[in-house]
């Protein structure tokens, strides 16, 4: 018995630090690659106007994404100061960035605030939370299709099956199916944990068996009030859409306006591409994408050939902005939970 807990002890340990070793290794080989003076040098040639326009820029693209939350949320009929509600986004994605995975954890704070703090029915909360990040991913997902296309089109790879387009699209279906499901009232989340209540598990386990039927009815009256958000308020639905597209334009812009002041004029493939790679990092097991997002823009601007001391200038100042705006919102998210104790 000692000796299996002591294997599987050893096991997780090697799980927790095995993201941490990759993220390390991918690090020392964009530094072999790129030489971190010469990327400094890149960004000391940044005036304080350019900086400026990316952190306003950066704070227009923070509002859109907050207003999406912020009209579904109105659109069920909870009016939450916008401001107030941007605190606890902030607070959501600094939890999220410092969690190991593609970029979740934050929403179960989301939820709890909402509902805690303005009287909002959990169903309710949970479904605007749901309802957010379902149209987040639709874009994100749409996005990274057009890219894998974009770069088997421009065979920046060589010779790459166009099967390859297939996992985007599969991505994609996911958020689009759940989307079509709750539509047409199909409780996909609720149906589907039915399925787990047989398991003779649950009859060994009482207490178990109760918490997963209390998280099956969580999940059913979140997905009614879902499909009733939907029919009863589309076109706040469709605004929301909109100001997630509007966000994803302003991202595009800064982006490419980022490596515009970096000294290159990206054409629009090579935009779509590079961005392309930067997107594909933050869906892997590492917090944040460290080490990956670097190593993906290295590679992305050395297969276009660019200057890669560019790409490490960019993807330096994205790291930069979103620890610190991840930092900010632990921090408020502390200060906060600690002041209502």
């Known amino acids: ?50 900086i400026g326009s990316l952190v306003l820029l950066n704070f227009l693209i923070l509002v859109t994404l907050n207003g999406r939350w912020w009209l579904i949320l109105r659109g069920q009929g909870y009016k939450v100061p916008f401001f107030t509600l941007f605190g606890y986004r902030l607070a959501a994605f600094g939890l999220s960035y410092f969690t190991p995975g593609p970029q979740f954890g934050g929403e179960p704070l989301q939820v ?26 639709i874009l994100n997902f749409t996005f990274l299709l057009v890219g894998i296309v974009v770069i088997l089109q421009s065979r920046l790879l060589g010779v790459v099956g166009r099967e390859t387009a297939v996992i985007p699209l599969l991505l994609l279906a996911i958020p689009l199916g759940f989307l079509l499901a709750i539509w047409f009232d199909w409780q996909p989340i609720s149906k589907t944990m039915r399925l787990g209540e047989q398991i003779a598990l649950w009859k060994r386990q009482p207490a178990w068996q109760k918490a997963y039927q209390d998280g099956r009815m969580a999940a059913y009256a979140a997905e009614i009030e879902a499909h009733q958000f939907c029919h009863q308020s589309p076109h706040m639905f469709l605004l929301a859409l909109f100001v997630s597209l509007v966000g994803w334009l302003l991202m595009i812009a800064e982006f490419w306006l980022m490596i515009l002041f970096l000294g290159l004029q990206l054409s629009m493939v090579q935009l779509v591409i590079a961005l392309t790679a ?36 960019a993807s330096l100042l994205i790291r930069g902005r979103d620890v610190i705006l991840g930092v900010i919102g632990l921090w408020w998210g502390s200060r906060y939970l600690t002041s209502k104790k």
């Open 1 to 50: 018995m000692a000796a299996w807990v002591h294997k599987r002890t050893l096991k997780q340990n090697v799980l927790h630090i095995l993201p941490w070793l990759i993220a390390g290794l991918l690090l020392l080989w964009v530094l072999r690659r790129v030489p971190l003076q010469a990327s400094w040098q890149t960004l000391r040639g940044l005036s304080g106007i350019q």
């Open 112 to 137: 709890y605030l909402v509902e805690k703090e303005h009287n909002t029915p959990r169903p309710t909360a949970i479904a605007a939370v749901t309802l957010d990040k379902v149209l987040e991913l």
């Open 278 to 313: 930067a997107r594909i990092t933050f869906l892997l097991l590492l917090p944040g994408g460290i080490g990956v997002f670097e190593a993906g823009q290295v590679f992305a601007f050395g297969a276009l050939g660019l200057n890669p001391a560019i790409g490490i200038s």
